[in-house]
């Protein structure tokens, strides 16, 4: 027998309780002073974007302040250099609908900004960012069409801020040999590794 599955919004409700009057009213439509607040501290966030096929979500970070808030419902954030496989800013080119999830080192609670996103070259926004003289390829507006905070729940239950499920970076093999396992390459896991130390320590910006 096959596994009872849901495949309605209405049988999904029916599986759960009612959601919580407060829960269902506390999507902003624009940032007010709290969302503003918690963007200027945050360090971290999650960028989910999607594409016909399939979907992504990947981490962007900095010092606290990194996103730019730009007006009520207008945010920016640059785009310092990664792998350059681009998948999320391939997807926001065909599909510019975006989801954001802000967080802050120690908060429990965490911030939930959706909306539709372009892609930015223009010079004198990205100059809004500089760092030793370099600035990001392209910066990323989001124009936010919902914003709300998220209880804390999956934070508390994950410790993440505390270290009872810390490990020692030991227990895990490398990147580099992961990486070298995980594809067909001539390079050895250790000039992989060397490789991805250098852009570590010299490839941030």
Known sequence: MAPETISSPASL??????????????????????CRSFI????????????EDGADV?????APGFVHVLDDTTIAIPDWPGNNRLDSLTNITVNANVGILFLIPGVDETLRVNGTAVISLDAERRSAWNVNGKTPRSVLLVTVTEAFFHCGKALIRSRLWHDDYKIDRAELPQYGQILKDQINVAESAADIQKSINEGYACKLY
């Open 40 to 51: 200027a501290r945050s360090p971290f966030l999650c960028l989910g974007t999607a594409r």
């Open 13 to 34: 409700r029916e599986h759960y309780p009612p959601v919580v009057e407060r829960a269902k009213l506390k999507t902003l439509r624009l940032l007010d002073m709290h």
């Open 58 to 62: 990947t981490p962007r970070g900095d």
